[in-house]
């Protein structure tokens, strides 16, 4: 009974709604009188405000996506419509944020590994480090194949203008989304990035290469370039400056999902010394855009030169499209990732 | 009732129905007890044997577009079972597709306009130029928006190493589908492309762009850098000897669809005096292979030069995975061709 | 006698007699008996410690070629053997320079226009815009043509391991020289630069670009490339903080040569409102290393991009042939600049 | 007296005077009064009509260089003035030459070695192979170092408008020679290259790349840019159709210097079957215009692309500066070259 459907139960069979009329994608139209439709009904209104998020994730390289992913979890006002994943092994960072949906109880959610290479340049993340964590915790082990590209485009689609596309892994996903269906930039609420490195800086170092961007180059400059109404990028510069301690993590990250992340984070073993925050610092400022001072301008990306490939170009303009974070009360925004928890 | 779907209505049910399993894509399996599928049955031997094709194509440039396509829907050992458009107003070329599929009562083929523009290189074909000749004939108008990857995705996943692709334009589309769904160059039986220049010629002069390749030269490098099984390309210096005469295309054009196709040509408003069957030849090789002598070997593509972007390099190997032409027999080409209609 | 000889005379002659019956160059023959070559004659011991200099300079856009051309000519220390231009206009540059000299009563020193454009890209500084001053000082007009090369050739060949070769302009010209005759990296003593930024800094705000390294790229890349022992940069990073405001450049800038650098400067006529001594802190560290503090590594230089052609990478290496200077001890820099005076 | 000069010496005087005070340079001084001086200055009048000609030359990879320095030295029409050569071992390829000048008792001809190493790109020819031919012969082992740009420049400025450079080696020293003293190219009468491939063939098989172009293609592309009034390129497409087989080069060059240079040419230990006049195409040009048929037009050169820089792209252009080779009169080639000995 559709009752009981899961959440990815019910975003696929609505993607499946979306082609069956051939050309419009009215959706979800035909399940209004479910239970859950009800149920959804009745707690509507509250839910409605929710933001509607799609999270695109390298999860299972660096911690900060696993920190991101349980925030957006426990964060009441996200609605967390699914979850693609991207660069070397997709399907086995699929399997990483299904252990991390299981712990909290949030296995609904649809996760579809996205793509692999970048485009046309060498692969710089092949491999999803964290698999050796995997065996401890239960997670689906099967996924759709070569669906995240359609799946996201579907679940914009079907609600134009409401979601929120968070990007905290390389750009391959997002490019090759926007490059399909060239209306799904404009049809997106915005575009949240954490990426780039604005001011050149890796915690107060000169460092002119983000590795988001640098994984992905051509990719990364196909995302900046598509119109889309409102890109927000938290950069390397600023992100660098959100980091927390061995000692202070393993205080913090004491309740549920977060101690999985502890496990996963390799503090425990020894493997680091610290985490920096890049990721949940982008996803908070969704829900509190104090956290961080933006500018607007505009974007663009170096692709000519191999060695510079992904670099941000920043132009401060004030009728563009792109707000980039400039700096960062940390204070603020330790306090507000940790409140959701 | 199903037994009279249209073929598009088929299909796209055929898409949906893949993603209603979620993970696995076993599609077309409900459908079997219908009676468009025991129909499908009785003639299912000889329908085996036809040569599945999907027709990627810019038609609305130059006419050959037009003259392979009525090639297709002529020709008795091609199930033609969808055709997506690419460059610059995908839609007209759709209209225009649709118009030629309604002369020849076939339009229960499914259209899907593809991809305008180049992966981040200028529009060099922005406009669909027949569509002025589009008035005349009745044609759709409506046709699914951004989905055209997805249907090439999932009819190439719904029979696997059956499919041949048929590219005859820029090669936007393809390199998506590519990127998108990394496991599809692998599932097909063949690509045909009527694309680059491998001896750098034009009708014997100096020529090093071709101009499928130099619209778009990373989707370029993109589609034959995938692991497909078996590329086969038909480049300018061999299709450039299929040239007709404009008083001999007016005798040859002169039944059903060719009539059509001949009004779109240009020749009749004296706008061109020749046709070159660039794309028509690589549709034909699918069917007789002694149209063309071939060579196997590497193909890789420019991309650094402004200039020379998608210039084709071609290296004789015999484990290669590309077949190209390097040579034309003429009077069989043009007597297959006709042989059709 | 060659003891009598001016300078400029001397080496004049000797590059011009290779052309001798040909179609000759413009000499400076005429001057032979001037006390100065006696001066420099008996004070030989002690000037064999003197550092000897050429500088190589694009005098005649920023104020600071100037300000340094100056203090080299008071600097007790310098045997400035001589000055070479470069970039657009480099005769009117040539001009200024002369200027300059006979302000000092230093017009032995030779003076030859180098080249105008860069290697491959456009030109980005074509004019030398402080002639406007020239017509209110004496200065030579006829320069040898073409010689600027060889006359720093064959200047470093006859003192091999003792010439400092400072370069304060675009290394259009330094990059001829070392590709002209490819043992004169490895004659140097050494290759001291104003150029590149090592911590993409202007006055600690974000730069990629320093304009010295940017408007010859190829050229850059081609000097840092070259086997020299030892190239010292000091980058804009650090120049940019040697900056001192009108009243100060008005108060200081007041005796002999100075008050004709403070007319060419724009100060008094308001075209400018502060100085920076990029130029000047390059040449005070041949004579007082503790300026500044360096770092040993290795230089590289970005020429694929289009935007960031000329960026330098800096990479430390104790075994590198550069020093960059990361530091700058700004008091101790002004000290030492005015203290020659 | 300088009228009974040998011109190496005099060329040679007039360079190292230049530096006589300093490291000095080994001169030619001793050698003044031959007979081959005082012939050239009986036959005086006469003399002027022949063309002045530099030869720059990669003399000592391939045997066409030296069967184009034969021609020269045999050719009554010729004033050779000096020869520079290029690419890998200079100075060996100086020692090639000089053993030819001296078999045909021409070491009066100044030789001068250049630069050995492309700009910017990886050295593609680093040996001069026919080395090991060199202990048979005699040949001087001193030449001038790094003064052949200087060479060039000084020559040409001697005789404004009336030096042939004739180049057909890679265009290092040209194009350093050109920027250098952006007068040169305005003072030559013309520059002859052996380079490039404007019809994409050798051998009428499919040709990118062209040797010469292709080894330094930042320097093809500033040779070709430079405003010289006319640029004379017999390329690779034209000049691989004037070849000669094993035997008939036994039986043809038996005479004089074409004996030592049959022994250069590795055709009788067997290492080569065939010779192809690659660069006495393009030096027979000069004096028999009608050997090949031009067309004026405009060339460029690629640089951004790392497997195709240096091919030459052609535009047909009546005011163009450029004259390209597309035909040679075969039988009128071999006829005119052996014509001279």
Not at 324 to 331: G, Q, S, T
């Amino acid at each position: 009974m559709i009752i009981f459907m899961k959440r990815r139960d019910f975003i696929t069979k609505s993607i499946s709604a979306g082609v069956l009329a051939g050309v419009g994608l009215p959706l979800l139209a035909q399940q209004e009188n479910t239970k859950s439709s009800k149920h959804a009904n009745v707690v509507n209104n509250e839910l409605d405000k929710r933001e509607k998020i799609l999270y695109d994730t390298d999860i299972g390289s660096d911690i900060d996506d696993s920190i991101c992913l349980s925030y957006l979890l426990n964060q009441k006002q996200c609605d967390l419509l699914g979850i693609t994943t991207v660069t070397g092994e997709p399907v086995v960072r699929a399997m990483l944020a299904s252990a991390l949906l299981k712990v909290a109880g949030r296995d609904d959610i649809p996760i579809y590994p996205g793509v692999a290479a970048p485009l046309l340049t060498p692969q710089m993340q092949p491999k999803a480090d964290q698999s050796k964590y995997l065996s401890k915790y239960p997670h689906e082990t099967k996924f759709p194949e070569g669906e995240a590209i359609e799946f996201m485009r579907q679940t914009i689609r079907a609600h134009p203008n409401e979601i929120t596309l968070l990007a905290t892994g390389p750009f391959t996903n997002v490019a090759l989304l926007f490059a399909v269906d060239p209306e799904i930039p404009s049809l997106l609420k915005r575009l949240v990035v954490m990426g780039g490195t604005f001011t050149y800086r890796y915690k107060d170092e000169p460092c002119l290469s983000e590795w988001n961007a640098r994984c992905d180059p051509y990719a990364t400059s196909m995302m900046y370039s598509a119109p889309v109404k409102n890109i927000i990028s938290v950069g390397l510069d600023v992100t660098s400056h959100v980091v927390m301690k061995k000692d202070e993590v393993i205080e913090h990250f004491n309740t549920g999902i977060l101690k999985t992340v502890l496990d996963f984070s390799g503090i425990l073993d020894n493997t680091r010394q610290e985490i920096v925050f890049h990721d949940p610092l982008a996803a908070t400022v969704i829900f509190d855009r104090e956290i961080c001072r933006f500018e607007r301008g505009i974007v663009e990306i170096e692709t000519e030169s191999k060695r510079l490939g992904g670099l941000t170009f920043w132009k401060a303009d004030e009728n563009g499209n792109n707000e980039v974070a400039f700096e960062v009360d940390k204070e603020r925004f330790f306090k507000h990732y940790f409140s959701v928890f």
